[in-house]
């Protein structure tokens, strides 16, 4: 799956827990937000959609190919259709900081506060979370957690096919997804099912200044 970096959650389930919650928000909103009542409508329609396809695609007795592909067309459907409203409704007024908020959203930092190189080192611990998905587990080697430009994560990993090449050095992973997360999830598609997974993650400041591995 495409993993975001910026205010949508990677997981499925997290951007599903936040489609329900604008739409709880919206049933008493909407209309000071402007936002017609067919849009609240939509959101629900994809989110019930969403939910639907999530819970096909992970039961095992239902998880196919095809079942992947509808799931993530689901949540393309829904996420694609939170993105417009957020852009068409969310960055106009009457929002009040308070609304914001409710819909899980960041508020603007006026000033900014310059963030320096990452110092930190750390390591990934890997645990199985269910069908096609590895949990990751951040553990700091060295430096300082609280430190600004220790607080975020690149995450790098490939997924290798007995007989393929295997990597090397962390620099050889070919996917990867920014968290601020010290818990996270990587999840593969259908077809990865039997191959090895490797994985490396480095400090990696909002800026983009990367640590070692």
Same mark, same amino acid.
């Given at each position: 799956?495409?993993?975001?970096?910026?205010?949508?959650? !990677?997981?499925?389930?997290?951007?599903?827990?936040?489609? @329900?919650?604008?739409?709880?928000?919206?049933?008493?909103?909407?209309?000071?937000?402007?936002?017609? #009542?067919?849009?609240?409508?939509?959101?629900?329609?994809?989110?019930? %959609?969403?939910?639907?396809?999530?819970?096909?695609?992970?039961?095992?007795?239902?998880?196919?190919?095809?079942?992947?592909?509808?799931?993530?067309?689901?949540?393309?459907?829904?996420?694609?259709?939170?993105?417009?409203?957020? @852009?068409?409704?969310?960055?106009?007024?009457?929002? %009040?900081?308070?609304?914001?908020?409710?819909?899980?959203?960041?508020? !603007?930092?006026? +000033? +900014?506060?310059?963030?320096?190189?990452?110092?930190?080192?750390?390591?990934?611990?890997?645990?199985?979370?269910?069908?096609?998905?590895?949990?990751?587990?951040?553990?700091?080697?060295?430096?300082?957690?609280?430190?600004?430009?220790?607080?975020?994560?690149?995450?790098?990993? +490939?997924?290798?096919?007995?007989? #393929?090449?295997?990597?090397?050095?962390?620099?050889?992973?070919?996917?990867?997804?920014?968290? @601020? @997360?010290?818990?996270?999830?990587?999840?593969?598609?259908?077809?990865?099912?039997?191959?090895?997974?490797?994985?490396?993650?480095?400090?990696? +400041?909002?800026?983009?200044?990367?640590?070692?591995?």
């Amino acid at each position: 799956m495409a993993y975001n970096t910026d205010w949508l959650l !990677h997981t499925r389930e997290g951007k599903l827990a936040m489609a @329900r919650e604008w739409i709880i928000v919206l049933g008493t909103k909407g209309t000071a937000f402007s936002i017609p #009542e067919a849009i609240t409508q939509a959101l629900t329609t994809l989110a019930d %959609t969403a939910e639907a396809a999530l819970t096909e695609a992970k039961t095992e007795s239902t998880r196919t190919p095809v079942a992947t592909a509808k799931c993530r067309a689901a949540f393309d459907a829904m996420t694609d259709k939170m993105r417009d409203i957020k @852009r068409r409704y969310f960055l106009v007024p009457p929002l %009040t900081e308070a609304d914001l908020i409710s819909l899980g959203l960041k508020l !603007h930092d006026a +000033s +900014s506060t310059p963030v320096g190189a990452p110092t930190g080192q750390v390591m990934a611990e890997i645990f199985l979370r269910g069908p096609g998905e590895l949990g990751v587990r951040i553990v700091f080697v060295s430096g300082t957690p609280h430190d600004k430009a220790n607080t975020g994560y690149r995450v790098w990993y +490939s997924v290798v096919a007995p007989g #393929e090449a295997l990597p090397e050095r962390p620099e050889d992973l070919r996917k990867s997804f920014f968290t @601020r @997360r010290k818990r996270d999830f990587i999840e593969f598609d259908y077809g990865d099912t039997g191959k090895t997974a490797y994985i490396a993650v480095q400090i990696e +400041s909002g800026s983009g200044k990367q640590g070692k591995f």
